[in-house]
C-alpha cells in the first residue's frame, strides 16, 4: 500500500505542475499536450501490434489485435502530425470527464477518513466537478478561458492526491461505520 500512497503523492505533483503550465500559456501547452497524446497514442498503437504478432496465440485474435493497433497509432499520427482544432476539444472534454470521475471516486474513499482535514479535499473535489460541468455544458465558452478551467482541475486535483498521500494512511482497512 505505501507505492498506492506513493503513487497519490506523484501523480498530485504531476497534475499540479501540468496544471501551472496550463495557466502559463494555454494555447501552446495545449499544442504540446495534443503532441503528446499523438506521440503516446501512437506508441501504444505499435505496442499493441507487437503484441498481436508476439503475444497473441489465435490467428482471429492476432488480426485483430493488429487492427486496434494499426487504429490506435493512427489516431496518435493524426494528432501528432496535425493537432486539430477539433482533436483539441475532444482531448479537453476527455480530460474534464475523466477528472470529474477521478473527483468522485476520491471523493468517497476520503468521506470514509476520520481526519478533519477532509472537508478541504471534499470541496477540492466539488470545486473540480464544478469546473468541468462549466466546461462541458457552455460551448460558447472562450479557448483561453475553456483551458483556464481545465488549468483549475489539473491544480485542484494535485493538490487534492498530495492531501491523499497525507490523509488515507492504509488504503486495505476500510473503516468500519459508526453506530448511531
Given at each position: 500500500m505505501k507505492k498506492e500512497r506513493m503513487k497519490f503523492l506523484f501523480q498530485g505533483v504531476l497534475l499540479l505542475i501540468l496544471g501551472l503550465l496550463f495557466m502559463t500559456d494555454p494555447i501552446r501547452q495545449s499544442a504540446i499536450l495534443l503532441m503528446s497524446i499523438g506521440i503516446v497514442l501512437t506508441l501504444s498503437g505499435i505496442?499493441?501490434?507487437?503484441?498481436?504478432?508476439?503475444?497473441?496465440k489465435v490467428m482471429k485474435y492476432k488480426i485483430l489485435r493488429v487492427l486496434e493497433g494499426l487504429l490506435v497509432s493512427g489516431i496518435g499520427f493524426v494528432f501528432f502530425l496535425r493537432n486539430p482544432a477539433s482533436g483539441a476539444f475532444f482531448v479537453i472534454s476527455f480530460v474534464v470527464i475523466t477528472l470529474m470521475m477521478v473527483a468522485v471516486t476520491n471523493t468517497v474513499a476520503i468521506y470514509k477518513s476520520d481526519n478533519p482535514i477532509k472537508w478541504v479535499a471534499i470541496a477540492l473535489n466539488i470545486l473540480v466537478i464544478w469546473f468541468g460541468v462549466q466546461s462541458l455544458l457552455d460551448p460558447q465558452l472562450a479557448v483561453v478561458i475553456f483551458y483556464w478551467t481545465v488549468s483549475f482541475q489539473l491544480i485542484f486535483t494535485g493538490v487534492n492526491h498530495i492531501m491523499m498521500y497525507f490523509l488515507i494512511k492504509d488504503m486495505t482497512v476500510i473503516p468500519k461505520p459508526k453506530k448511531v
Amino acid at each position: 500500500m505505501k507505492k498506492e500512497r506513493m503513487k497519490f503523492l506523484f501523480q498530485g505533483v504531476l497534475l499540479l505542475i501540468l496544471g501551472l503550465l496550463f495557466m502559463t500559456d494555454p494555447i501552446r501547452q495545449s499544442a504540446i499536450l495534443l503532441m503528446s497524446i499523438g506521440i503516446v497514442l501512437t506508441l501504444s498503437g505499435i505496442g499493441i501490434i507487437v503484441d498481436g504478432l508476439i503475444m497473441t496465440k489465435v490467428m482471429k485474435y492476432k488480426i485483430l489485435r493488429v487492427l486496434e493497433g494499426l487504429l490506435v497509432s493512427g489516431i496518435g499520427f493524426v494528432f501528432f502530425l496535425r493537432n486539430p482544432a477539433s482533436g483539441a476539444f475532444f482531448v479537453i472534454s476527455f480530460v474534464v470527464i475523466t477528472l470529474m470521475m477521478v473527483a468522485v471516486t476520491n471523493t468517497v474513499a476520503i468521506y470514509k477518513s476520520d481526519n478533519p482535514i477532509k472537508w478541504v479535499a471534499i470541496a477540492l473535489n466539488i470545486l473540480v466537478i464544478w469546473f468541468g460541468v462549466q466546461s462541458l455544458l457552455d460551448p460558447q465558452l472562450a479557448v483561453v478561458i475553456f483551458y483556464w478551467t481545465v488549468s483549475f482541475q489539473l491544480i485542484f486535483t494535485g493538490v487534492n492526491h498530495i492531501m491523499m498521500y497525507f490523509l488515507i494512511k492504509d488504503m486495505t482497512v476500510i473503516p468500519k461505520p459508526k453506530k448511531v
